[in-house]
């Protein structure tokens, strides 16, 4: 479908903003991993401090990247798949929120008054800027579900009312529902919390209700990181691999399967949290494990699909098929497979990790290590990361009608990041085992030899491998910079237009189960009110036993804003 003016470069842009975030996101991660080593031992670097360069790496990668790719690949989904015209106002008003919302809170990270981690629950406080442009950033990126998509497809239902949504459809409007419904409790702590303590309108806060409203939206928002990618690997990685979708029915189930379990599970952040009582840290442990049925039947169903696309390619035997699947193919857009399969195999290592993060007992040995650090950067960092950069350069090349260019180099970036984070991950496992802590500059504490106190040399090889690792995944990143800035300036060769390798599926006869959103919406809504109404409520009334004055980000130091003046006591 071809797509000019304003909404291209509004879609452009849309891509190419966040990249050039990223670009300072990978470096300031580069820092960080030399610094946790020992390799660099500085409490800052080219003018940033550790923890605020901690701050921005988190928020780029973690939120701005991600948000923008997300609304991005979402506009064109529906574009493409509904073939109905998008509102061009109402694009606009969202880019001009998101890209104002991701300036202000910018100037706030880089100029030292909002150096409180991508986890910026309370009590820390950053300046009202920041949690003024993180609130733009959100309501632009909802303003296309609901006055775009959701319009579009209830006109689509009315021309088409025998035919079943197309799959990606269905999973885009779970991922924004998702999207939509965590957002809430986060904008109730920002706005009734975060902004008055910045604004210096309360003088105390309860720092157990907001980690617990934080945490409502910090877990489910992996899945918001995840959807998109599931959607390219139902949709597109079984065209690419040659063949079909083993089964359409069980990849519209596991999608709807998320959007039930993914949100009731913010406890199991918060296991060694006092005030919160252990049956509902127990009730969240099981509905975390249950987020794992959804990723068996996409790993079986991915898996049986890949089977298929080999097979047809001529493979044969139990495993050997394996062999038939285009792992470095330049032909047409089978480049895009390198970066699913790449992503697949990370993903790997963050799904047993993260069984272990879901455990009550192991969580306690894990928690707050470098482990935990090495999970993340192989889900995030993983399958979400090499699934959005491989969409983007697609993206991009279909926008400016020009083929990718420097494919070699794009077909050895998935690789080399892959590569890289398997070595990082496991390095970082073995460290947060032997209790290398997170978010800290362990460099110049307990990596320093002259530091006799603290020094543990038995970190040390562990913490060299993790970043060497770093190093690796970093060259795979600037090989993919290579074909992408070569494609977003090579010279048009056609029109621009967006258009997605969509599989068939070979299994695809409707069930009713699957067909209506409304149903899973309701039971979605139902199962949060079960688990999460006591807890917040635990939250509200314990908390106030611990209120304490918030801790203001100035020139990346944590002030406190006022001495308690009394404490409250439980009734």
């Known amino acids: 479908m071809q797509v000019k003016g304003a909404l291209r470069f509004i879609l452009l842009s849309q891509l190419i903003i966040p990249f050039i975030l990223l670009i300072l996101g990978v470096l300031l991660g580069l ?8 390799i660099i031992r500085s409490a800052d670097f080219l003018g940033i401090n550790y923890y605020q360069g901690l701050t921005l790496h988190g928020v780029i990668n973690a939120i701005v990247f991600t948000t923008f790719f997300a609304v991005a690949f979402g506009n064109a989904i529906m574009l493409h798949q509904l073939k109905r015209p998008l509102k061009v106002g109402v694009q606009w008003a969202s880019w001009l929120l998101m890209v104002g919302g991701t300036l202000m809170a910018a100037w706030a990270m880089l100029t030292g008054r909002a150096t409180v981690l991508y986890t910026f629950y309370l009590p820390m406080v950053a300046h009202w800027t920041f949690y003024v442009g993180a609130t733009l950033l959100l309501i632009g990126s909802l303003l296309p ?59 105390e806060v309860n720092p157990l209700l907001s980690r617990t409203l934080f945490w409502f939206f910090g877990h489910a928002l992996v899945y918001f990181w995840l959807l998109p990618s599931y959607i390219m690997l139902y949709t597109m990685l079984p065209k690419l691999a040659g063949g079909k979708l083993y089964s359409d029915p069980a990849a519209r189930f596991a999608l709807l399967l998320f959007l039930l379990f993914s949100i009731p599970v913010g406890l199991h952040h918060q296991y060694t949290e ?14 975390t494990f249950m987020v794992a049925l959804p990723s068996f039947i996409t790993a079986f169903t991915v898996a049986a699909s890949l089977e298929h696309g080999a097979r047809q390619n001529g493979g044969q035997g139990l495993f050997s098929w394996w062999g038939k699947l285009p792992y470095w193919s330049r032909e047409g857009d089978k480049w895009l497979f390198a970066y699913f399969i790449s992503g697949l195999i990370l993903f790997l290592f963050g799904g047993i990790t993260g069984i272990v993060n879901a455990s009550y007992n192991l969580n306690l040995i894990v928690h707050n290590t470098a482990w935990i650090v090495g999970h993340f950067h192989t889900t995030v960092g993983g399958l979400v990361t090499l699934s959005f950069l491989g969409m983007t350069l697609y993206l991009i090349a279909c926008l400016r009608g020009v083929d990718v260019k420097a494919k070699p180099f794009a077909l050895a970036a998935p690789y080399l990041w892959m590569l890289g984070f398997v070595i990082f991950e496991v390095a970082l496992s073995i460290t947060g ?8 500059n362990i460099g110049i504490s307990y990596l320093d030899p002259s530091n006799e106190l603290l020094y543990r040399g038995d970190w040390l090889f562990w913490s060299h491998v993790g970043a060497l690792g770093g190093v690796i995944a970093v060259v795979g990143f600037l090989a993919y910079v290579v074909s992408l800035v070569g494609t977003l300036f090579a010279k048009p060769v056609r029109a621009p237009a967006i258009d997605f390798p969509i599989a068939d599926a070979v299994h695809e006869t409707p069930t009713p189960l699957v067909v209506n959103l409304r149903p899973w919406v309701t039971a979605t809504l139902a199962l949060i009110a079960i688990s999460y109404t006591y807890p917040v ?9 611990t209120k304490v004055p918030g801790y203001q980000s100035i020139e990346n130091n944590l002030v406190p804003q006022q001495t308690l003046q009394e404490q409250t006591k439980l009734p």
């Open 537 to 545: 409520y635990e939250s509200m009334t314990r908390g106030i036993i």
């Open 145 to 203: 579900y609901f006055l775009d998509w959701i319009p579009n497809t209830l006109a689509w239902r009315r021309e088409n009312p025998n035919a079943k949504l197309p799959l990606a459809v269905l999973g885009n409007l779970i991922n924004f529902t998702l999207w939509f419904l965590i957002i809430i409790p986060l904008a109730v702590t920002v706005l009734f919390q975060m902004l008055p303590l910045s604004l210096g309108l309360a003088s």
């Open 274 to 287: 006092g005030g919160l009582s252990s049956g509902w840290k127990l009730w969240h442990a099981f509905l």
């Open 31 to 38: 820092y960080q991993v030399l610094a946790r080593a020992g």
């Open 433 to 440: 085992l032997q209790g290398a802590p997170r978010r800290s």
